[in-house]
């Protein structure tokens, strides 16, 4: 399944309002899975601190599909 990256300040504000789990990557690696709590144009706000956007990409988290 293919993750969207999201890389405005518009889907990431949406994504707080709606309460949407995400996926925060560094470097390749996924430090982050959870809610965000806040936007900005320099941060994304979790509940514990905070990521520089410019250092990271932040990826809607997928939802495995169930075959019945």
Same mark, same amino acid.
Request: one cysteine or more; a positive charge; hydrophobic letters at 35%.
């Given at each position: 399944?293919?993750? $969207?990256?999201?890389?405005?300040t ?9 309460? @949407? @789990? ?5 470097? %390749?690696?996924?430090d $982050?899975? %959870?809610?965000?709590?806040? @936007?900005?144009?320099?941060?994304? /706000?979790?509940?514990? /601190?905070? $990521? ?5 990409? *932040? ?6 599909? *169930?075959?019945?």
């Amino acid at each position: 399944m293919k993750k $969207y990256i999201l890389s405005t300040t518009e889907q990431l504000r949406l994504c707080v309002s709606n309460d @949407v @789990v995400v996926e925060v990557m560094i470097e %390749g690696e996924i430090d $982050y899975i %959870g809610k965000m709590t806040k @936007v900005t144009d320099e941060i994304v /706000g979790i509940r514990d /601190g905070f $990521y520089l956007r410019r250092n990271c990409i *932040i990826r809607l988290k997928s939802k495995k599909r *169930i075959n019945k």
